[in-house]
Nanobody
Framework: QVQLVESGGGLVQAGGSLNLSCAAS????????MAWFRQAPGMEREFVAA????????YYTDSVKGRFTISRDNAKNTVYLQMNRLKFDDTAVYYC????????????????????WGQGTQVTVSS
């Protein structure tokens, strides 16, 4: 079992930056497929970014491509989401997701690809 705890959210003006962190309590973190999802008010949860278990590949939804960067530090059991040039439409609760996967697994951009979820951290972008 793994607990995921997100942090780093907050209120930021449009054009600003935030760095979200997701700390895992235990498990074979280096073998976890990791991702960030977000859910805006009145909207369904959507995929934001994913990183392969070995960190050799990443994938982003088009709306954040070039602005967000997902990374991981296995020594700290932590995955990050650096968010730059934030827009009002980025306002949402951001969730960290993880799944222990075999070495041959590919990354996933769907909720079904993940077993563990954090409680979320609020990101609010104002003008």
């Amino acid at each position: 079992q793994v607990q995921l705890v997100e942090s780093g959210g907050g209120l930021v003006q449009a054009g600003g930056s935030l760095n979200l962190s997701c700390a895992a309590s235990s498990g074979t973190f280096s073998r976890y497929r990791m991702a960030w999802f977000r859910q805006a008010p009145g909207m369904e949860r959507e995929f934001v970014a994913a990183i392969h278990w070995n960190g050799d590949s990443t994938y982003y939804t088009d709306s954040v491509k070039g602005r967000f960067t997902i990374s991981r530090d296995n020594a700290k059991n932590t995955v990050y989401l650096q968010m730059n040039r934030l827009k009002f439409d980025d306002t949402a609760v951001y969730y960290c997701a993880a799944k222990l996967v075999p070495v041959y697994a590919i990354l996933s951009v769907t909720e079904a690809g993940y077993d563990y979820w954090g409680q979320g951290t609020q990101v609010t972008v104002s003008s």
